[in-house]
């Protein structure tokens, strides 16, 4: 693993950045962005500037896509959930949009504690519901919110989403 250092942000906080890319990173002033509101709670936000006026616009740029450089249609996902400040290349990876959805957090505001499980109060069951590169495919209602994650896993499982993930 190579050596790494901190590179200053705003509000008093630090990114972590391989040796290799700190002097080409530390030249600008680095913001702090705060995670977003529902983020999971323990979410570290992330290192971001902007970039000069170009026909009167600014443009943000992130600290990790600066780093991986992704290519059209494709995002910068950081491996170990929550730690937004850690851009060292053994914590990121080039990955799909779906790919990086899947890498997420429960939201805060997440009522059932369970991925892909909601609340139906009209017809007062939890449903489960999953989304496949682009398509959400409901997965049933269940009278509870534990039977309706039992019924996500398994679809986790049979789209081969469970083996995906654990080769990281």
Request: net charge positive.
């Amino acid at each position: 693993m190579s050596d790494t250092m901190q590179i200053p942000l705003t509000q008093g906080k630090f990114a972590l950045v391989d040796a290799e890319d700190y002097l080409c990173l530390s030249q600008f002033k680095w913001q702090w962005r705060r995670p977003h509101r529902r983020a999971c709670e323990g979410h570290e936000g992330y290192a971001m500037r902007t970039s000069a006026r170009i026909q009167g616009k600014r443009k943000t740029i992130f600290m990790h896509n600066e780093i991986m450089h992704p290519p059209m249609g494709m995002e910068v996902d950081h491996i170990r959930i929550g730690s937004g400040l850690d851009n060292s290349k053994a914590n990121l990876r080039i990955v799909d949009k779906s790919t990086n959805r899947r890498n997420r957090h429960i939201f805060r505001n997440n009522k059932s504690g369970y991925r892909g499980v909601s609340w139906n109060a009209k017809g007062r069951v939890w449903q489960a519901g999953i989304g496949f590169y682009g398509k959400l495919f409901h997965l049933g209602s269940y009278a509870t919110a534990k039977d309706a994650s039992a019924a996500y896993e398994a679809a986790r499982e049979r789209l081969g989403l469970l083996k995906a993930e654990s080769d990281r």
